[in-house]
Every structure is written in structure tokens, then in C-alpha cells.
């Protein structure tokens, strides 16, 4: 069955350190990936996403993240993290063209 | 603006007394879904609609019902909510499941 693996459930960094946030999926073929975040009592909002091509993908508010089919992973990083990133972060896998599966979620916590 | 609206916000309500989440919006997106998060278990998706009068179950279909009669709106049902309904729902939408996915504010219930 397909499924993603958010295996972090808390990470604290320290504003200004760099930041990965690992995802893992099991899926047949090549999945749509995706990474979402949700700040304290929001919706979610996309910050990037990867189809094909360029398996470095950039996205908004300096994030950016790997595709690594050898390791079915799509780590999202940051080089250096504000205070403002601290929420919570999603990544998600689209399957059969029609279906969206989340993972359980990573919370960012950064002290100044 | 381009948005998702759910309405109410927060809803408490007793076991078995029937209630209806509205969600809308104003994009003419095709694709429109609802999940469920609940604590370290991340969004999972309920019901999803790839346009009017197409509707399929996502992952936690049981005890909910939807319906897409218009292309705006997408209305999740809950015939006879029980306890473990309780839980922060968002509804979403896009113009495809690959795309990106817009989510509204979230509609928090709670079921005595």
C-alpha cells in the first residue's frame, strides 16, 4: 500500500541553522511529492512540489528539497532557518492521479 | 480573493445529531476533497470529487457523506457523528490532484 513516513515528529534548530526534514514514501512508480505547511491555527500551504524533470526543486520562503528515487525520499531543507519557519511541515505523495496522502507531519521549533 | 471558505468554524454537537460542514470556493477548480487531522496522525483524506457529481472515498470514508451537485461547493455530512468524529477538518481545492491543493481555515469539531 502506498504510504509516506515522516520519521521526525519534533525537530528544534536554532534561528540561523540549517534544516532537513526527511520524508520517505513507498509507492510503485513516480509520485507526485509534495511539501506543505501549516502555521499555528492555519490551513495548509504548498511550498514547493516536484512531477519530473530537475530533482532539485526550489520553492517559497527559501526552502528547497531532493528527490532521491535510489532512497524513495524527499527531503525538504533550508539553509538557514528564521523564526517564522517554525510550524509544522507535511509532505505528501499523489497517487493514481487522483489521490493526496499526507504524512503524519514534522514540527519545527526554533529558538532564537 | 481566491479562496476556500468553511463554515462554521467550530462546531460542538451531541452523538447522533446529524450536521453539515459547508465548504466553497471561488477558483472554478475541478478538484476538491476533504481530510481529517487528528494528533500524530497527520491529514487523511475523506472523500474527494474530481468534478460535479463525481465523487469518490478517500482513506477514512466511514460515517461521512458528500456531494458535489455544483462545481463550488462540496459539503461534508455527517449523518449520525459519534465520538471519534471529533477532530480539526479542512476542506481543499485545485484545478487537478497534482496541482496545488488551496485549504481552507479548518472547522473544528467536537462531539459529546
Known amino acids: 500500500a502506498q504510504s509516506v513516513t515522516q520519521p521526525d515528529i519534533h525537530i528544534t534548530v536554532s534561528e540561523g541553522a540549517s534544516l532537513e526534514l526527511r520524508c520517505n514514501y513507498s509507492?510503485?512508480?513516480?509520485?507526485?511529492l509534495f511539501w506543505y505547511v501549516q502555521s499555528p491555527g492555519q490551513g495548509l500551504q504548498l511550498l514547493l512540489k516536484?512531477?519530473?524533470?530537475?530533482?532539485l526543486v526550489q520553492g517559497i520562503k527559501g526552502f528547497e528539497a531532493e528527490f532521491k528515487r535510489s532512497q524513495s525520499s524527499f527531503n525538504l531543507r533550508k539553509p538557514s532557518v528564521h523564526w517564522s519557519d517554525a510550524a509544522e511541515y507535511f509532505c505528501?505523495?499523489?497517487?493514481?492521479?487522483?489521490?493526496?496522502?499526507f504524512g503524519t507531519g514534522t514540527r519545527l521549533q526554533v529558538f532564537p | 480573493e481566491a479562496q476556500v471558505t468553511q463554515n462554521p468554524r467550530y462546531l460542538i454537537t451531541v452523538t447522533g445529531k446529524k450536521l453539515t460542514v459547508t465548504c466553497s470556493q471561488n477558483?472554478?477548480?475541478?478538484?476538491m476533497s476533504w481530510y481529517r487531522q487528528d494528533p500524530g496522525l497527520g491529514l487523511r483524506q475523506i472523500y474527494y470529487?474530481?468534478?460535479?457529481?463525481?465523487?469518490d472515498k478517500g482513506d477514512v470514508p466511514e460515517g461521512y457523506k458528500v456531494s458535489r451537485k455544483e462545481k463550488r461547493n462540496f459539503p461534508l455530512i455527517l449523518e449520525s457523528p459519534s465520538p471519534n468524529q471529533t477532530s480539526l477538518y479542512f476542506c481543499?481545492?485545485?484545478?487537478?490532484?497534482?496541482?496545488?491543493?488551496?485549504f481552507g481555515p479548518g472547522t473544528r469539531l467536537l462531539v459529546l
Open positions: 470529487s474530481m468534478n460535479v457529481e463525481v465523487t
Open positions: 481543499a481545492s485545485s484545478f487537478a490532484p497534482w496541482e496545488t491543493q488551496y
Open positions: 509507492y510503485g512508480a513516480t509520485p507526485y
Open positions: 505528501a505523495v499523489g497517487v493514481n492521479t487522483d489521490k493526496l496522502i
Open positions: 477558483m472554478n477548480h475541478e478538484y
Open positions: 516536484y512531477f519530473s524533470g530537475d530533482t
